[in-house]
């Protein structure tokens, strides 16, 4: 029964609990993923009395295909988690791995993926302490789901909510959208473009720290996964109970996302982002936050996109690049399915 | 598009980050677990400071049928993150939850199932904080996977693992075994005895809170799901290196299990149980914890199995009933899929 990473793929019996479990635990995800914490071999994992006030997020990955340009469902899977840990206003910590694994998947996929968290996990300063793996049929999954769920610890005093924004506050982005639902696209219908597109996924945690540290008055901070920029905007403003004013022009576009969303007549606002945050915040301190910003390797090309007006119907609405004006809507409908 | 939770299904829309996605989690989640921390409606939920160590646990559940007698995947994925949070010692506080939903799901089965996870999660006293939906394509998964992540709060002072069982300590057993395996088992293969096999599903942390109350030196507590109590066992045995000796008479096991089982050609050894625990005490406390244990609804079968003894290969051997001696070893292969 030794594991065969090569050539071996997954069996029923890796889920069984039984020995063939454990080899695969200690033969894959203990070697790649290896720390104090989950060589405790425990049901769980025992960690040190935090600091403060936790925050705790959860994500199921399904994307497909499985790996694609800047990623795979192992760094994303990681990303997703630690992002959403982070604009809560959080320090991510800890992070749990639970696996749903489709019998055949090749043991090789399996190992690229869990050494790819491992990365992906170092690089955002996180542990996975704890996982779990369970295997369904041929044809009852897709490969590999993965649910990682994280707990960090908020700074004192800190505030941030969607339901703090108020008239007046500006609106910044940390970069360009789009890249990422349409690099998984891309890649998902054999679409070339003369420059590939590349999956903006990537931990925000770096990026909060140094807008935490810049001490401005922040309402919120959200990333815009799924449903994109515009459902991102419409969620807070519908959460504050206010509206919100967009200069298209302000919105950073790579050419390369504006013309594959032509070719396929879809709107880059909607499309997904995985290494983007929104930030509201209070107009006096908004030049400094944006600075911050730009000081760092995910916020150099960061703007002040629009600003939060009163609106009881909580309507977003943008001033196109020729000077119109329209209702940036929810996403509705399901253009990109399985894009995280 | 408003929620048809009578006939409505589950559509790809669902998935979206989109409108239809947040009609899904107010009309249907928010509704059935709606509480304090998940109404905040922002990416995780922030919780107060905790008193101490913690602890995290998580599982994915992917248990065919979905309903069974004694439950559903949805209690089941609140019993089973309990339950690994309360044998680690700690107090189980907020439970996460997020969704992987195949294309085509009754909305009807997926609220009967939260609601269920609901009155799991009240009757365990614990919070289901924050959660993520995700949805495949026909196909692509199996109604429903559940993936709960749990955070507690250890005792002070407490340390059980393990790798802390020594010669001489007792093992002892909360109650009969096989029943949650035999359960699914039958449903599955559409067996029909006398009286029907129910799970034994249960939250196990007021069990564990009234053994720790006792002071007893605990070694290590343990819930034998997949695997069963045999591969538990010797889970332990190898992770303290030491044996043990298990006196099969000993071993609680209900009638209609043990006529099932022989039906089936199984070993209730083997059977997973996901309302059960074994713990190793310190030799001089067995009898008062073992009264603790009885003394509680969820232990009132509880019995002394057997001991550990100096053995460096590991191994767990069984005196059965007629005086024989047998190695119970890991489970090997694959009885029983899709357990939990």
Redesign the interface.
Not at 129 to 132: K, L, S
Not at 134 to 137: G, L, P, S, T, Y
Not at 139 to 142: E, F, L, P, Q, R
């Given at each position: 029964?030794k594991l065969d990473l090569l050539h071996g793929r997954v069996?029923?019996?890796h889920?069984?609990?039984?020995?063939?479990?454990?080899n695969l635990i200690e033969g894959l995800f203990a070697k790649a993923l290896g720390n104090a914490y989950l060589a405790?071999?425990?049901?769980?994992?025992?960690?040190?009395?935090?600091?403060?006030?936790?925050?705790?997020?959860?994500?199921?990955?399904?994307v497909s295909p499985l790996f694609f340009p800047g990623g795979d469902i192992g760094s994303l899977a990681v990303h997703g988690t630690v992002n959403?840990?982070a604009?809560?206003g959080?320090k991510p910590l800890?992070l749990?791995?639970?696996?749903?694994l489709e019998e055949g998947l090749p043991l090789a996929d399996l190992l690229r993926i869990v050494e790819s968290m491992a990365r992906a996990a170092a690089d955002a300063g996180v542990l996975i302490?704890?996982?779990?793996t369970?295997?369904?049929?041929k044809?009852?999954?897709?490969g590999v789901?993965i649910?990682t769920?994280?707990?960090g610890v908020?700074r004192e005093g800190l505030e941030l909510?969607?339901?703090r924004a108020g008239p007046g506050d500006v609106v910044l982005l940390s970069g360009s959208i789009g890249e990422h639902g349409m690099a998984i696209l891309s890649r998902r219908e054999g679409l070339n473009f003369d420059s590939p597109i590349v999956s903006d996924s990537a931990p925000l945690n770096g990026l909060v720290e140094a807008m935490l540290d810049t001490g401005a008055e922040l309402r919120?901070l959200?990333?815009p996964?799924?449903?994109?920029l515009a459902?991102t905007l419409n969620?807070l403003a519908k959460?504050s109970g206010v509206g919100m004013r967009i200069e298209e022009a302000a919105v950073p576009v790579e050419p390369v996302v504006v013309a594959a969303c032509e070719f396929l007549g879809l709107d880059p606002f909607?499309i997904?982002n995985e290494g983007k945050l929104v930030a509201l915040c209070a107009p006096q301190d908004a030049d400094r936050l944006l600075a911050a910003m730009r000081a760092q390797p995910l916020g150099k090309k960061a703007a002040i996109i629009g600003e939060v007006v009163e609106d009881r119907h909580g309507f977003v609405q943008m001033t196109t690049r020729l000077g119109g004006r329209r209702i940036l809507d929810?996403?509705?409908?399901?253009?990109?399915?399985?894009i995280?």
């Open positions: 029964m069996e029923m019996a889920g069984s609990g039984g020995r063939a479990m454990a405790q071999g425990d049901d769980g994992a025992v960690l040190p009395p935090p600091s403060g006030r936790l925050v705790m997020s959860t994500d199921s990955h399904v959403d840990v604009v809560m959080a800890y749990s791995a639970a696996f749903i302490v704890t996982g779990d369970k295997v369904v049929e044809g009852k999954g897709d789901f649910t769920t994280g707990v908020l909510s969607g339901n919120a959200r990333d996964t799924r449903g994109g459902t969620e959460q909607y997904a929810w996403l509705s409908g399901e253009p990109l399915p399985r995280c």
